[in-house]
């Protein structure tokens, strides 16, 4: 047996494969971890699937809104299959940095921007009235708060950059940072639906409540800056360019449904699962895919 080691130790490419390893756990060991190594990161990861898997299984948002309450607004997960981490960003201010500050440098400029304005008005298309619509507006405001189509929003760097964040975060070696530098490649989720349904800011924040509307938002540096204050329709230049068609559509649907039709909750156990976008599913009878039954009479 002690032979057959010493033959195993002997032979060149295994003596070149430890050497190897040893130097390269020796390097990692030694190497100054970059900021966004040292970023806070949840516990629980599988070898395989990373943190992606409790994303993906738990009720949309879950996950984040677990290790949003535990790390803080910023921090890693780790990515399925050994693909490099992901940073995960609730803040505010880094949320409006990647969205609106810098994708197009017309957007700052003060040449370029009045004329476009004075070509296209007060954007591409536009419902004359909108503000009168008082209980509507609260309703679909509240409802996309709490049920966002695009549940989670991701972008990828393609050039290296420093993200600033509005709430500073500790690393794991104590230093305190408020910019997390990101190389090409690095891959940011922005999960809006947890941010929509952060306790920090919003009173009972799973609660369908439309009336929370009609009282003073939270306070504005901890609200994002998209349609409502919400990340429904994401923010800056290249947020949805149908969300005016979109909100009329909900509006002049609802009120026809509603002027014609009663609606009772069915009394099923519902849950919500993302297929593409965010959707409602019974409980336990996957084989009706996505659907909300609710008993219909005529009025
Ligand atoms: C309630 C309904 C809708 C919701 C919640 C919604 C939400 C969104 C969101 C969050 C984005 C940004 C995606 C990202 O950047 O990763 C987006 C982009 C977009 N949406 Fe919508 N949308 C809705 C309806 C519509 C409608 C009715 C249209 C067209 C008539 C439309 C056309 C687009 C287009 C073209 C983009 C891509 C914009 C770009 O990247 O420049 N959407 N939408």
Request: aromatic share 10%; net charge positive; with cysteine.
């Amino acid at each position: 047996m002690a032979g057959l080691l010493n033959d195993t130790l002997n032979s060149t490419p295994v003596l070149v494969i430890l050497v190897l390893v040893i130097v390269w756990r020796l390097s990692a060991a030694f190497r100054r971890k970059s900021v966004l190594e040292s970023l806070p990161v949840p516990s629980g990861a599988e070898f395989v699937w990373g943190h992606e898997k409790q994303v993906f299984m738990n009720e949309p948002g879950q996950a984040y809104r677990k290790w949003k309450s535990e790390l803080g607004l910023t921090y890693r997960i780790k990515a399925a299959f050994g693909a490099p981490d992901i940073l995960v960003l609730s803040d505010p201010v880094s949320i409006a940095y990647i969205l609106q500050k810098k994708i197009y440098d017309y957007h700052h400029s003060r040449v370029v921007r009045p004329r476009v304005a004075r070509l296209l008005g007060k954007g591409l298309g536009w419902v004359e009235g909108e503000a009168e619509h008082k209980r509507m507006r609260r309703l679909v405001r509240e409802t996309l708060r709490l049920y966002p189509g695009l549940p989670y929003i991701e972008r990828v760097a393609t050039v290296p950059d420093s993200i600033p964040l509005g709430e500073p975060v500790k690393l794991s070696n104590g230093e305190v940072v408020s910019q997390i530098p990101v190389l090409p490649g690095q891959v940011v989720v922005i999960p809006c639906i947890a941010i929509h349904r952060m306790d920090s800011v919003w009173e009972d924040p799973d609660v369908f409540r439309p009336e929370r509307w009609l009282k003073d938002l939270p306070a504005s540096e901890k609200l994002c800056s998209g349609w409502a204050n919400t990340l429904a329709f994401s923010d800056g230049p290249r947020n949805c360019v149908g969300y005016r068609l979109a909100i009329f559509q909900y509006k002049v649907i609802l009120t026809y449904l509603l002027e014609r039709f009663k609606f009772e909750d069915a009394g099923m156990d519902i849950t919500l699962k993302i297929a593409s976008s965010l959707q409602a599913w019974v409980k336990d009878r996957p084989e009706l895919g996505g659907c909300l039954p609710v008993n219909v009479d005529l009025l």
